[in-house]
């Protein structure tokens, strides 16, 4: 069953590759082309966004307006005409494998992790060479259920949703591959029993991720995003591959039971590096951290996710809300009878996680383009995984990175369900009043947003309060810190996914009015995913909590994370937190969502005003915190000035100018200055030959 779960995406991927490459006609663009709709971008153009400023009253700088359709990317590629054969047989081959992957999933999570049957299914002897030994085996304990789980119900949603969202496109079977190809590697990543085979899984997901994102290759603004992600990711994995050889130095083993059957021991053990020592487990799990850093979009490596909204929607939910982003928690927590031993390393993941859960919220409730809100949402929630895992309570991580995988996925399909509807359009300022036209899609937004903003009995509310709480009871300095902007990321998520709501379908339509009068509810093959994912929204948390955080976590988890005595800060949180802490985040949750209503329905002039008064702050926010800009001015400028200089003076002037350049022009001069003797007089030819003989008589006198 093991095997089949993992590999039947695989065999997908390949059926499905294989219809793209050799598997007959293409379902040619329709005749309207690409250019029929464009990006969406010229079809309303300034003159609407003023007039969407006008109804919504929102301040929009000079700089914002000239840069509004940078926000507005559009979701769209070349439309299509029918399906064909191999178009069918991919969707169909695809998204069967994952939904029987999806189905067994479930029966091994219940073997596995409720009813406590873990096990390492060994495949093959993968490398040997001298005392490193590697085997390619399947590792299946409660961890790895759950993300299988999670891996899997998702990627079946959302190949299915696919089906129906990428209807128009002609290269159906390739995004199906893609797809089929990115679980496979995501499976491959949470079976793991080594960190080799972990490193493999990681840097599929950043191959798949890097194809997915550039799937519409023919937009430069695709192109630069997946080079983004992709130089970014390789900062961190370049620190998560030295963490692995820290590891293999110290333990002298890269299997899992290995490494945590010598972690004790470890704690007094140095590494020396150019004549300095430092802590051995410390700098391992700093270093393992920081690929998880890129890979999670933790801040000071977060800057590729919000640009990767330039993929299609369903790629967005899949990855960048669900699964691949959620990959540093996991390896966090898989490792954490070694973070165990190194409280430095959980410090910095605590205060590291505190400040992006609080610095993406601050960017996400100034943004308009709908998915980028909530790819600002989702580096926000992946910030409280961090710290929930840096202080120690890697269940209430884990807990979340359950439930908000079905209600993530659930805003970003449901986004992708507007953005059909409203002729592939994405910026908030171009929609409103569209909830009667779409009503299926506004209630599953409804549920998607109160599971987010942590109201009572939806998936969100019992996995980020106890998040919250264990901050809170750790005690630690760090981890009250944490706390504090938690709380206040609490209150900007409340408020942001509620102004996403109101603007998207309330008050007065602010597209064009054929775009209104022909804005539909999306077909079945896409809002039955929408409704799966709402179950999971709706009773993942109430569900689930006993197992992952109640008082049988401990029978629950097994060994798959292991807390040391006295860090139990789930525990301190059930015994020993004051009740304002209970309450606080849905006090400041229902403040968030009022404050959203007040200033997006009752007053919609009033954002605008408050922009207005504050307008470097909002400014300041609305880029981001200027990380783009910082980094292109310590890195992406230097290293174009290095290679420009390099290409100029070293290449071209020194190598090609001594080398083989400088010795064509030597040979180019000397032969035009000899070709002047050759003038085609013969005076010229017998004073030569004059001097010669002069110049010949003259050497034999002297050495004669």
């Known amino acids: 069953m093991e095997v089949l779960v993992v590999f039947l995406p695989l065999l997908a991927f390949l059926v499905a590759g294989s219809i793209a490459l050799f598997g007959g006609p293409k379902a040619e663009p329709a005749a309207a082309g690409h250019g029929s709709h464009g990006h969406g971008h010229d079809d309303h153009g300034h003159a609407q966004i003023a007039h969407a400023h006008d109804d919504h009253a929102h301040h929009i700088s000079h700089d914002e307006l000239n840069h509004a359709h940078d926000d507005a990317h559009d979701d769209h590629h070349v439309v299509a005409g029918p399906p064909t054969v191999g178009d069918r047989v991919s969707q169909f081959v695809t998204a069967g494998a994952v939904i029987v992957s999806a189905i067994l999933s479930w029966t091994l999570f219940f073997d596995v992790a409720v009813h406590g049957h873990p096990r390492t299914i060994e495949l093959m002897t993968w490398i040997q060479s001298g005392t490193l030994d590697v085997k390619w085996a399947l590792r299946v304990d409660q961890l790895t259920a759950v993300m299988l789980i999670v891996v899997n119900t998702v990627s079946a949603c959302v190949h299915v949703y696919s089906i129906g969202y990428m209807a128009e496109d002609p290269q159906k079977p390739r995004f199906m591959g893609y797809l089929s190809l990115f679980t496979f590697a995501m499976l491959m990543l949470v079976t793991a029993d080594n960190l080799v085979q972990l490193f493999f899984g990681w840097e599929g997901v950043g191959l798949a991720s890097y194809l997915l994102i550039n799937f519409w290759y023919e937009k430069p603004s695709a192109n630069a995003a997946a080079m983004k992600a992709f130089l970014v990711n390789r900062v961190g994995d370049f620190g998560f591959a030295l963490g692995i050889f820290a590891i293999f130095v110290l333990t002298g083993s890269v299997q899992f039971d290995a490494i ?156 992708g369900s507007v953005i059909h509807a409203l002729h592939h359009e994405q910026d908030m300022r171009k929609m409103g009043g569209v909830w009667r036209k779409i009503p299926f899609t506004y209630a599953v937004m409804w549920i998607g947003n109160l599971a987010l903003a942590g109201l009572p009995f939806f998936a969100g509310y019992y996995s980020k309060d106890m998040i919250l709480e264990a901050a809170f009871a750790s005690g630690s300095g760090v981890g009250r810190f944490a706390f504090a902007l938690g709380i206040a990321a609490a209150l900007l998520t409340a408020f942001y996914s509620w102004r996403l709501l109101f603007m998207t379908f309330h008050g007065t339509p602010r597209m064009d009015k054929e775009v209104y009068d022909h804005a539909h509810e999306s077909p079945v093959v896409m809002l039955v995913p929408l409704a799966v994912l709402t179950l999971g929204a709706l009773f993942a948390g109430v569900g689930f909590h006993e197992y992952f955080i109640g008082h049988d976590r401990a029978e629950f988890w097994g060994k798959a994370i292991m807390t040391l005595h006295g860090h139990d800060a789930i525990e301190a949180a059930h015994h020993h937190t004051p009740g304002w802490v209970a309450i606080a985040p849905l006090v400041v949750g229902l403040i968030g969502i009022a404050m959203a209503y007040i200033g997006y329905v009752m007053m919609p002039r009033l954002p605008g005003r408050i922009a207005s008064t504050f307008s470097g702050i909002h400014k300041f926010l609305y880029n981001k915190w200027y990380f783009d800009e910082l980094y292109d001015a310590l890195f992406t400028r230097p290293a174009k000035a290095l290679g420009y200089g390099l290409w100029k003076s070293g290449d071209g002037a020194v190598i090609d100018g001594v080398g083989p350049d400088g010795v064509a022009a030597a040979t180019r001069d000397i032969a035009a200055r000899t070709s002047r003797l050759q003038s085609g007089y013969v005076y010229h030819y017998a004073f030569a030959m004059v001097i010669g003989v002069v110049l010949f008589v003259a050497w034999l006198s002297v050495f004669g």
């Open 260 to 415: 945590f059957a010598k972690a004790p021991t470890l704690t007094g053990q140095t590494l020396h590096f150019l004549s300095w020592d430092f802590n051995g487990l410390t700098i391992a799990c700093l270093l393992l951290f920081m690929g998880a850093m890129g890979k999670s979009a933790q801040l000071g490596l977060h800057t590729w996710l919000p640009d990767a909204m330039e993929g299609p929607t369903p790629v967005s939910a899949l990855i960048h809300a669900a699964t691949m982003v959620t990959a540093g928690v996991f390896m966090v927590c898989r490792l954490s009878p070694v973070f165990e031993y190194a409280p430095t390393a959980l410090e910095v993941v605590t205060v590291v996680g505190g400040l992006t859960a609080f610095v993406a919220a601050t960017i996400g409730f100034t943004q308009f383009d709908i998915k980028r809100v909530i790819a600002y949402s989702t580096m926000s929630q992946l910030g409280y995984m961090f710290f929930a895992a840096g202080v120690s309570a890697y269940g209430a991580a884990m807990f979340h990175l359950f439930t908000h995988a079905f209600f993530k996925a659930l805003l970003f399909l449901g986004a």
